[in-house]
């Protein structure tokens, strides 16, 4: 890249919708057995129809469609356990640095930039990891030259995106930390030293490696290289690892899966989507920046066409000859597997795609998924019964463990993908402990926090599975980019995703209830951002230190005439507006910080002042100065004054709008955590759910009573308001009213009694 291009950045994010909010969740069997009872239903058969119907019959139904149907797979899963111990990678290990090799450090990922400088040193510079000597710099100089350190140097912009991604962690220094090795000043080595992971430099443009080295020439010398990832390298999935031989030379690998060097390393990220799968479809409304709904136009043209004419298609489909269009299928698909969930496909893709700011949406799409910060007792069950199982499967079948003795193995990982798109779930490591306590009422479950979770089984002693730092990545992917958004932390999008095997194991209720909580949007955004060189701070700083330059020459030089003065009248101008410029963001950040300190209103008056005290100057000054440079820019100043206290004060406004933003996300945050305790409350006394709608007494018409008077109509429905008072009179009147015979208002009542509300 070279200094006057643009540069572009790749920024991606992720963020999650539930589509069922908490108080649209109904428990189908309880809401069953309370209309059965207020409509004189049978009960058993009530509640047997509506759990037909409900969410979590629906999901394995649509789950049996899809296996053998929908357009895009379903989502399979491969369980990587620490990739390092792969057979493959050891048989690798083995050719090149013989049996009984030593792996000091393994990654699989992105290029690590102190992993990327060792191989580069060891490869161009003849770098001897054991004497720390740079060979082809010592045969250069005539002296022996030493590493005295490695430090990554970055971007502003690169910094921003890593810490706004929680992945600062690719940074991470591997292997000893490289200022500890032996040097000219340093003759035993520092083995206590600290590496630095990266420095941050705002002027830099693009992001590189600085390595230091030093030799002796009289006296210690430091000189620095400077080495640049190759941008085809950046986002490859690449191992990475520091081998000691068996002849006990220190080696550095580097491959990049795919480039067919080792098939046997490519096969390990092979994937077959044809495997069968446990994990809910994906349902895209959007993806690669355009509308899934597209399709519907191709569908429709196919439906209208001949009935021989799709039976020819299917037929020679069948025998390979030719497929039923691929964005016919697609789009069917997706709307019958979303008619199972009640949702309307296309009415969602209008939804998503005529929104103004979508633009930026490269993906949209619908799934099943658990938040790891679980609340609720079902999202609690779920995460503590995938997690078990998942350590199961990677301990070998292994019933506890310990913090020390569970699986903790390093970074493992499991893929989930379909025919089009992936996620992955990562970790450093997983525990199942059976711990003496208790944490809640025996058979509940407990969050200790996110990525750990406990089940009260007896009263003295409860199972605890334990993830170490989980993260959850998601690939986006348009217009022709795809990068990695990686979720760690606090972060929403930290979701588990829905296994249909762990579902199959919980209760009909809990099934139900946990689809509803779990069914949710993930909508991906991807955006190039470019900057001009121009736009850069590199460029400012330039313009400043000319103004400079350029001032100094004009106190250095006497007057000059001819083409001397046309170009001093060319420097005067580029210097006017070089201070200009300088003048104005400073005047720019002064009212800013006036803005701060005296408020929006006081600051308007003191502006007024200065500015008068400006122009009274600039009145009492002589001739001369009302025609220098400095008396143009204050009067440029006065000029431009306006619009800069306008959007200045735009600017406080914003920030006190976005102050206000803040206080309600925190304040929605609050209410949401009272809701929750509220539920955890309901749910402790076994009162989770409202039995009785108040909406199932609201008549949708009014009630009639054959041979009711208007006198009796008027007091029953509009006059007698006390409700309260009807129980006592009742008890009062008991006696007289059993006693008094019937008359012909009641006797038609009794024989066309009114009919009850049908929800």
Avoid at 721 to 734: D, F, G, L, R
Wanted: hydrophobic content about 40%.
């Amino acid at each position: 890249m070279g200094l006057f291009s643009s540069k572009k950045k790749v920024e991606v994010s992720v963020s999650v919708t539930r589509v069922v909010e908490n108080h649209l969740i109904k428990n189908t069997m309880l809401d069953s057995a309370v209309k059965a009872i207020l409509y004189s239903h049978d009960i058993p058969k009530t509640n047997a129809g509506n759990l037909m119907n409900s969410i979590g019959a629906k999901a394995n139904v649509a789950y049996l469609w899809a296996e053998n149907n929908y357009h895009w797979g379903l989502p399979q899963s491969s369980i990587d356990p620490d990739i390092s111990t792969n057979p493959a990678i050891a048989a690798v290990f083995n050719t090149l640095y013989g049996v009984g090799h030593t792996v000091s450090y393994y990654t699989y990922g992105d290029i690590n930039p102190t992993h990327y400088a060792w191989r580069t040193l060891v490869a161009s510079y003849a770098y001897n990891p054991a004497t720390n000597r740079l060979g082809t710099l010592t045969t250069s100089k005539g002296t022996p030259v030493y590493l005295k350190n490695i430090v990554p140097v970055i971007t502003q912009a690169s910094y921003d995106y890593a810490l706004a991604n929680d992945v600062l962690y690719l940074y991470d220094v591997m292997g000893p930390p490289p200022n500890s090795g032996i040097t000219v000043t340093n003759p035993t080595g520092n083995p206590g030293a600290v590496a630095i992971p990266y420095e941050v430099d705002p002027l830099a443009v693009t992001d590189s490696i600085r390595v230091e080295y030093e030799y002796l020439n009289g006296v210690p010398i430091t000189e620095t290289l400077t080495l640049t990832i190759p941008a085809a390298n950046e986002g490859q999935e690449t191992h990475q690892a520091r081998v000691i031989g068996s002849n006990g030379v220190i080696n550095y690998f580097s491959y990049i899966t795919g480039t067919g060097t080792y098939p046997t390393l490519d096969s390990i990220d092979a994937f077959n989507t044809d495997e069968a799968g446990t994990f809910l479809p994906w349902v895209y409304f959007r993806y690669g920046f355009g509308n899934e709904a597209r399709s519907a136009e191709a569908a429709d043209a196919y439906d209208t066409a001949a009935a021989t004419t799709r039976a020819f298609m299917k037929s020679f489909a069948a025998k390979g000859k030719a497929t039923v269009p691929d964005d016919v299928d697609q789009y069917k698909d997706a709307v019958k597997y979303c008619k199972y969930f009640n949702l309307d496909f296309a009415a969602i893709c209008k939804a998503i795609n005529s929104n103004p700011e979508v633009e930026d949406v490269a993906q949209a799409s619908l799934s099943f998924s658990v938040d790891l910060n679980a609340t609720v007792a079902v999202e609690r069950e779920y995460l503590f019964k995938y997690f078990s199982a998942l350590f199961t499967t990677m301990s070998g079948g292994s019933e506890y463990g310990s913090v020390t003795q569970g699986y903790n193995r390093g970074v493992s990982s499991q893929l989930i993908r379909d025919k089009r798109t992936q996620t992955k779930f990562s970790f450093e490591g997983i525990s199942r402990t059976l711990v003496t306590g208790v944490v809640a009422q025996v058979g509940k479950y407990y969050t200790f926090s996110r990525g750990s979770y406990a089940k009260q089984i007896s009263a003295t002693q409860y199972i605890r599975v334990t993830m170490s730092n989980p993260s959850m990545s998601y690939l986006v992917t348009g217009g022709g980019k795809a990068k990695w958004y990686t979720a760690s932390g606090d972060n929403k999008a930290l979701r588990i995703p829905v296994d249909r095997s762990i579902l199959r194991l919980m209760g009909v209720v809990q099934k139900e209830e946990l689809l509803a909580r779990a069914m949710v949007i993930i909508f991906c955004t991807l955006v190039v951002v470019k900057t001009k060189w121009y736009e850069q701070k590199w460029f400012r700083i330039v313009l400043i230190i000319v103004a400079v330059v350029i001032t100094i020459l004009s106190i250095v030089f006497p007057p000059l005439t001819g083409l001397a003065l046309v170009l001093w009248t060319v420097i005067y101008l580029v210097v006017y507006f070089i201070i200009m410029y300088v003048v104005m963001m400073v005047i720019q950040k002064a009212i800013e910080i006036l803005i701060d300190a005296l408020g929006l209103e006081n600051t308007f008056f003191a502006i007024a002042i200065m500015v008068v005290v400006a122009c009274v100057a600039i009145y009492m000054g002589d001739g001369e100065t009302t025609t220098s440079m400095l008396s143009q820019i204050t009067g440029a100043m006065l000029t431009a004054m306006p619009t800069m206290l306008s959007s200045s004060y735009q600017a406080a406004v914003a920030d006190e709008m976005k102050e206000l933003q803040d206080e309600m996300r925190d304040f929605s945050k609050i209410a949401e955590k009272q809701q929750e305790e509220m539920q955890a409350k309901r749910e402790e006394y076994g009162n989770n759910r409202n039995l009785i709608d108040g909406l199932e007494f609201v008549k949708k018409s009014p009630q009639v009573i054959w041979g009711e008077s208007p006198e009796f109509f008027y007091q029953r429905s509009v006059h007698n308001v006390n409700m309260s008072n009807v129980p006592y009179e009742a008890i009062t009147n008991y006696v007289k009213v059993a006693l008094t015979p019937p008359d012909i208002k009641m006797t038609l009542a009794k024989f066309n009694p009114p009919k009850p509300f049908e929800a």
